[in-house]
């Protein structure tokens, strides 16, 4: 009986070396000066917003494939956006569109970023639209009174040849505003353009080889996609998709193709990474930044897939080149 008489006391905080304990276990709480109070908070709420940006991240990082892409609509048309570099990226990058016959039945919005300076890659682009167009009215899938749906964009160029490293980090941030705007609609170049009347959705699949700028825009992407930007969710018809062996433009890899009715949303910016041609055992700078990052990372030699190792992205296509 005095025994229990006695831990009830010790509970109810009457006993002497309760109360001592007590306060004891307080003392850490007390000692904290009013001054380093708010610090604390500011400590411990940072914390908690760095893990949760951290998960959201690898959220985006890392999306689950889609079974196919969005099919065309007058609503929401499947918007194609293609970075074309200076030079050979852009040679090689219009010649492996012009192989995907049905690049203006599948992707009804197209549009190439090119970099300011960059007047070459600007004007191929627009050949390379006129010559599409023309094929088209030679076949009946084309119609008369149809516009011209691409725009060509100019953003400001990352780094230019010989340009500081000190005054780098101001022209990438000037480059990722204008890639933003680009992906967001609201480019100032795009009403000057042809079909610029039409509402502009966030892209379906951003399509690169190698240039600076792209680096940019799949950042830019990310960005966006942090923060909940995209296109709206619809309900797909039941179609049978036999194209994710073969089509390079797919955004599911052979390995996760599938079909059927379900709801799919448009303007994810999914993203593919086409490495040169020229590039047989190494790959290039952007390739080894974004290849962990991408949904598809597409090379064409097998000696540079066999040297991947282990990476599940990435993919031998052979060559896309002709």
């Not at 998960?55 to 918007?79: D, G, Y």
């Not at 780094?159 to 890639?179: A, E, F, G, I, N």
Request: proline share 7%.
């Amino acid at each position: 009986m005095e025994l229990h008489k006695t831990q009830m006391e010790q509970q109810r905080g009457l006993f002497p070396g309760g109360a001592i304990i007590s306060i004891a276990m307080l003392a850490p709480l007390t000692a904290i000066s009013p001054f380093r109070q708010p610090l604390l908070f500011i400590f411990a709420s940072t914390c908690i917003l760095i893990s949760l940006s951290f998960f959201r991240l690898v959220q985006v990082l890392h999306r689950p494939p889609t079974s196919r892409r969005p099919p065309p609509s007058s609503r929401n048309p499947t918007h194609l956006l293609v970075v074309l570099g200076s030079g050979g990226h852009t040679a090689e990058m219009l010649n492996i569109l012009s192989q995907y016959r049905r690049l203006p039945l599948d992707f009804t919005r197209r549009t190439y970023v090119v970099s300011s300076g960059d007047e070459f890659s600007a004007s191929k682009a627009r050949d390379f639209e006129a010559e599409m167009a023309s094929n088209l009215k030679a076949s009946s899938s084309f119609s008369e009174e149809t516009p011209p749906n691409y725009s060509v964009v100019t953003v400001h160029r990352a780094r230019r040849v010989h340009q500081s490293l000190l005054t780098t980090p101001l022209s990438s941030l000037r480059c990722l505003y204008d890639c933003l705007s680009v992906l967001c609609g609201t480019h100032r170049e795009f009403k000057s353009q042809p079909g610029g009347s039409a509402p502009l959705s966030y892209p379906d699949l951003i399509l690169t080889n190698g240039p600076g700028t792209g680096v940019i825009v799949f950042f830019a992407s990310v960005i966006l996609l942090f923060f909940g930007f995209s296109g709206p969710t619809e309900l797909r018809p039941p179609v049978k998709d036999s194209t994710a062996h073969s089509d390079p433009l797919s955004t599911q890899s052979t390995s996760t193709a599938s079909s059927g009715e379900g709801y799919t949303q448009s303007g994810q910016m999914r993203t593919i990474f086409i490495e040169s041609w020229a590039r047989v055992k190494t790959l290039s700078l952007s390739g080894r930044l974004l290849r962990p990052f991408v949904n598809r990372f597409l090379v064409q030699w097998p000696q540079l897939a066999e040297r991947q190792g282990r990476a599940k992205n990435v993919e031998f296509v052979g060559s896309l080149v002709t």
